[in-house]
């Protein structure tokens, strides 16, 4: 055992002397110091430790427990008894631990240290903390109690933001209080006391979970040492703790309190949890009003409360960080045993049980990408702290805030980019940003995970951006400019890191942008740092337009040329197709008839092997797909021979046959995996890629032959995925048509993108990805429609397809979307954004924009956060509806009901709020007076003005009804917007609604005239082919007829047109009969002989008439009945067979 415990020893020292040497070179590098540390508490050498942790604590943030093992440590080793330098040395030491991460058992252990030396100094011989913590007689004069309790204060205030928790350091505070009022006599017994009360005020104010206990306490004490002042004291601790108390419980917004959160912080079942529980927590507290109002009304941002959130909220992920680190140490030192013992000379078998180093090397590379995930998340609360301070406190707090976070997460080169910027706003001392600079870099931290190059890339763009950002830079002739010099700096140490290099070419863009336009004396210098070959340029189609670009602006089209013939040779290259089209474009514009056909020979020859490319890797990824989908299979089908080989036998089959029905089973099961998982995809926060995404999964095919259907090309593209729409374009003019291909998920846009050059029914095909493509045009003049959208746009190209849409739900929708043929003609087509189209009637410019649907955000619930204001003076403004409600929240957007003639306000307006529960503060303001009037302030309902009324209008119903007109004979693919457009040029339309299977529309018009008009049209309504045919709405279809199917059985045929009446959004549905009135009412009755089988139908005529029938049917009753009792004014006389009132009571 001592040999082994030598040879281990001997190991040891041998890896700490490399080790120191390394350090020598790097003595900043985090590793390096947290290895030596390790080492040198093996070896028991204390002091060497405390220096390596006094060292790295300098540099980084320690966790909790690094910092409790170094204090412990650094307590231990100080010379006893304690005296004043001594003493202070340490409590240095707990108020620089107090300054990295907020943590209770630092604070805690720094209390007790601190009343553990006044209570070894007042007692030395009895007190327990003399024998742990001796003290020499100038410490003992020194911690008097003032200057005890000021220390003790200072600690315990450190820990007032942690709610739920702080009430462990007050009660150390408290209990000695009450040990030294014990203890004390006379006036010195009043001082105490009164020390106490103060004590328990401070604690009051602050909002904390025990708030209730602390006065409870408060209230046995004063009645037990002040009884006569008991009344008195507690209403002065009853009005400093009622602040505190609604901070803690009574302060909410969206619903939540401080409480809540607390309560959800103290159940979380681990660090994880908690994390996210800060992460709703701080933007809870930031999200409240920094400036207070006039009113002095809240709910205003609490500093302290918000600052220590913030502070709270990132210790969770650092722990999570901590303890993903032990695990990468374990495993960096069972790679460095397995690399010693391949090294040594005696190498044996393998021990059994010991993992792979190929395994230990993954598990190297998940850990670290662990490490960053955290270190990630945690600079982005640091991030959100620091932007919060700026705007909360002072400019000078958000610096101090970024300096903090550099130590915090010295992996996140945007932290230390941040940091570098604040400096540079301070000072422009080149030195400090130097120092700032090389410090990032030492540390040795943006390097992990290996590979990854996004944090070094940033650091070294701040530092670029600084130098080319300096007015006078003294550089010698012939030397390199600092900027050049720090980019040639970076991408050295990013291909260290990284041998591809960066695939963003963050630096490269910079770098080609700022000697071109800023530094252009430098720009030769510049290419020839950025031609050295590296994979990420070499291999990027964005260096290569930016680099032939360069050229082509300095007029060396030779050189632009050779660089596009390069690139389009190599197998790597990401995206062929953007330098082919480049390609041929600098030959259009520069070249002549020659060398553009020279190209297009050169790109044909790279298509072809780039086609092939890409079937060979199609082929194998095919082949595993098959050979991984028959393996599961083959696994399911022994697994269920050897699960139902003896319930098979007791059941008398034949086990074998069973067995292989469930391997069908199972196979159908593994072929339908693709489709339940988008199913339940719905359910979940995927649902997002289930969306229709026209600008991604639609392609262009051109080429094909005249007269092609849609199921010909479906069948075409039928292995590459399922279409959801196949759009024919023909082209009269031209020999071919082209089609719009539009496929379900965008993941078979690569295989059919594969298809392209590929023979269809015999004849080559071209196919085109349309990505940004299609435009979104809006803010056009009510008159313009579909013909003059396109005359407005094919002037950049030609147009495959519009997209209107419905009208039928709001009749204000003034949009559209554009299919241009290539990301060109769209890219060209923007110039548009902002025109004014020339005696429009409305004078706004147009929207034209690139529609990308993945850049959309999930909208808001806006009708939930806008109020309705009504009750308004007529003389008020937007300003005025703003200073009504800045006091609840950030007001959006502001719509004032605005005359235009008078030029005075109507009386109303919608204020739109941030959030909901703004807009829910804000309701407040109803009833109030403004101006005279008393305010009505409500949630705005969207869909006021089109919810029915519950009261039957049949008048309506029948008046809508005679406005109706139905349209027959639609062609397919109908859009509701350009029929309704192609409409509207004839007669004036409120509403149209389409009834797709059948091929009809319902069109609403305003009057009865314009049905009249449209009906009696003599000239044919074509629409995209087909002639249009209008019929009455009031008039019935025919009843449904039967049917003889192929095989001579009768059927029933259903109508298939549109509702004969008119549809639930055209007019109100009957009412239920009422059961206190079985008599059917006139208009019932009308409708029962309407619907009648046999009886025509009739008219508004007809209906007046029965309705006269039936009145004077009634009239004529009532005077026979009049003329029977002889008098008007006497009761009518009982008829046979009835009786009166006496008679029934003498039943009951």
Not at 138 to 144: C, G, N, Q, V
Not at 196 to 215: C, E, F, G, K, M
Not at 583 to 610: N, Y
Not at 697 to 702: A, E, G, K, P, Y
Request: net charge negative; aromatic share 8%.
């Amino acid at each position: 055992m001592e040999g082994e415990s030598q040879t281990n020893m001997d190991a040891t020292l041998t890896e700490l002397s490399n080790l120191l040497a390394e350090l020598e070179e790097q003595p900043e590098n985090v590793f390096f110091l947290r290895r030596q540390i390790v080492l040198m508490r093996s070896l028991g050498m204390t002091a060497e430790v405390l220096d390596a942790y006094a060292k790295l604590s300098s540099l980084i943030m320690l966790q909790e427990e690094e910092w409790l093992t170094y204090l412990d440590n650094f307590v231990n080793s100080v010379v006893k008894p304690l005296d004043v330098t001594a003493f202070m040395d340490i409590v240095e030491k707990y108020v620089q631990a107090e300054r990295d991460y907020l943590s209770l058992p630092i604070i805690l252990q720094h209390v007790k240290f601190i009343i553990a030396c006044f209570k070894a100094g007042q007692d030395p011989q009895s007190s327990e903390e003399a024998l742990e913590v001796p003290v020499d007689e100038e410490l003992a004069a020194f911690l008097d109690v003032g200057t005890t309790r000021g220390l003790i204060k200072a600690a315990t205030d450190l820990g007032n933001g942690l709610l739920s928790e702080s009430q462990q350091l007050w009660q150390l505070w408290i209990d000695w209080e009450l040990g030294l009022m014990e203890g004390a006599k006379g006036t010195e017994k009043q001082e105490a006391i009164e020390s106490v009360h103060n004590v328990y005020l401070q604690r009051l104010a602050i909002p904390h979970s025990t708030i209730d206990q602390t006065t409870s306490s408060y209230s046995s004490f004063c009645s037990t040492y002040c009884n006569e002042e008991y009344e008195q004291r507690l209403v002065k601790a009853t009005e400093v703790s009622q602040t505190a108390k609604y901070k803690w419980s009574g302060e909410r917004r969206a619903g939540k309190s401080r409480e809540d959160f607390e309560l959800l912080i103290l159940y979380a079942t681990d660090l994880a949890a908690q994390a996210q529980v800060f992460v709703e927590y701080y933007k809870w507290e930031s999200s409240a009003r920094i400036k207070p109002t006039a009113h002095g009304k809240g709910p205003n941002v609490d500093i302290t409360l918000t600052q220590a959130v913030f502070e709270r909220a990132v210790v969770p992920y650092a722990k999570l960080a901590a303890m993903a680190q032990s695990s990468l140490d374990e495993i960096n030192l069972k790679l460095q045993k397995q690399s010693k013992s391949k090294k040594s000379k005696g190498k044996g078998k393998k021990k059994e049980g010991e993992p792979e180093a190929t395994t230990l090397a993954e598990q190297k590379q998940a850990m670290e990408e662990t490490i960053r995930a955290y270190k990630d998340a945690e600079a982005g609360i640091w991030a959100k702290y620091a932007s919060w301070s700026e705007e909360a406190i002072h400019a000078m707090t958000g610096t101090k805030i970024r300096k903090n976070a550099v130590r915090a997460v010295p992996h996140c080169g945007g932290a230390w980019a941040d940091l570098f910027q604040d400096t540079e706003k301070v000072t422009a001392d080149l030195q400090q940003l130097d120092s700032l600079f090389e410090t990032a870099l030492s540390l040795g931290l943006l390097f992990i995970p290996e590979g990854r190059t996004t944090e070094i890339t940033e650091l070294f763009l701040a530092r670029a951006a600084y130098e080319a950002r300096l007015a006078s830079v003294n550089v010698a002739l012939g030397a390199v400019h600092p900027a050049l010099a720090t980019i040639t700096r970076g991408l050295e140490a990013i291909t260290k890191v990284n041998k591809s290099g960066d695939a963003s070419l963050k630096l490269e863009k910079f770098a080609l942008d700022w000697a071109e336009t800023i530094a252009p004396e430098y720009l030769d210098q510049t290419l020839l740092v950025l031609d050295k070959p590296v994979k990420c340029r070499s291999s990027s189609y964005q260096f290569a337009l930016l680099r032939a670009n360069v050229e082509i602006r300095r007029d060396d089209v030779d050189r632009a040329r050779e660089i596009f013939e390069k690139f389009i040779q190599r197998t790597d290259l990401d995206w062929p197709e953007a330098i082919y089209e480049a390609f041929i474009q600098l030959e259009v514009v520069h070249g002549t008839p020659q060398t553009l056909q020279d190209t297009r020979k050169k790109i044909e020859r790279e298509q072809e092997k780039v086609a092939k490319r890409r079937e060979k890797a199609a082929a194998e990824a095919s082949a595993y797909q098959e050979q991984y989908t028959a393996a599961a299979i083959q696994g399911a089908a022994a697994g269920a021979v050897d699960a139902v080989m003896g319930d098979a036998e007791l059941k008398g089959v034949d086990p074998t046959q069973e067995a292989v029905d469930l391997a069908v089973a199972a196979s159908a099961d593994l072929s339908a995996a693709p489709v339940a998982v988008g199913q339940s995809g719905k359910d979940n926060a995927e649902e997002v890629h289930l969306k229709r995404d026209r600008e991604h999964t639609t392609v262009l095919v051109t080429g094909l032959p005249k007269g092609c259907t849609p199921e010909r090309i479906e069948n075409f593209f039928f292995e590459c995925g399922p279409v959801r729409e196949t759009t024919i374009l023909v082209d009269e003019d031209a020999m071919h048509d082209s089609a719009l291909v539009e496929f379900k998920k965008a993941e078979a846009i690569p295989d059919v993108l594969e298809k392209d050059k590929k023979k269809f029914e015999g004849t080559p095909v071209s196919i085109s990805m349309l990505w940004r493509s299609t435009l979104f045009v809006t803010n056009f003049p009510r008159e313009m429609d579909d013909g003059g959208i396109r005359n407005l746009l094919e002037q950049y190209g030609r147009i495959l397809e519009t997209r209107w849409p419905s009208r039928k739900y709001a009749d204000s929708r003034r949009f559209c979307y554009v299919t241009m043929e290539s990301p060109a003609a769209a890219q060209e087509a923007l110039v548009l954004h902002g025109y004014k189209v020339p005696g429009a009637s409305t004078n706004f410019g147009l929207t034209v924009l690139i529609s990308d649907p993945s850049a959309k955000t999930k909208r808001s619930d806006a009708a939930n956060s806008t109020l309705f204001v009504g009750g308004l003076n007529n003389k008020s403004t937007e300003v005025d509806i703003k200073g009504l409600f800045n006091e609840f929240g950030t007001i959006s957007h502001i719509k004032l009901g605005w005359d235009p003639l008078k030029r005075i306000c109507k009386g109303f307006a919608f204020v739109e709020m941030s959030t909901e529960a703004e807009a829910k503060a804000a309701l407040k303001l109803h009833g109030t007076q403004y101006k005279g009037k008393y305010l009505k302030v409500e949630i705005s309902d969207p869909n006021h003005a089109n919810k029915k009324s519950q009261e039957r209008k049949p008048d309506q119903a029948a008046e809508k009804r005679l406005r109706s007109v139905r349209l027959s004979n639609l062609p397919e693919d109908t859009q509701e917007g350009l029929l309704q457009q192609a409409l509207e040029k004839i007669v004036p339309v409120r509403r149209l609604e389409m009834f797709v299977r059948s091929h009809e529309a319902l069109a609403e018009l305003e009057s009865q005239a314009d049905v009249g008009k449209l009906l009696l049209r003599t000239e044919p309504f074509i629409f995209n082919g087909n002639e249009i045919t209008f019929t009455e709405q009031n008039k019935r279809p025919p009843p449904a007829k039967e049917a003889r199917d192929d095989s001579g059985n009768d059927k029933d045929v259903k109508s298939s047109s549109a509702p004969s009446g008119p549809s639930t959004m055209f007019a109100p549905r009957a009412a239920r009969k009422a059961l206190a009135k079985p008599r059917p009412t006139a208009v019932a009755a009308a409708k029962a002989v309407a619907a009648s089988p046999g009886i025509p139908a009739q008219g508004q005529d007809d209906f007046r008439a029965l309705v006269a029938a039936k009145n004077k049917q009634r009239e004529e009753k009532l005077n026979i009945a009049r003329e029977g009792s002889g008098t008007s004014g006497e009761k009518r006389k009982l008829e046979d067979g009835q009786e009166g009132e006496e008679s029934k009571r003498t039943r009951t």
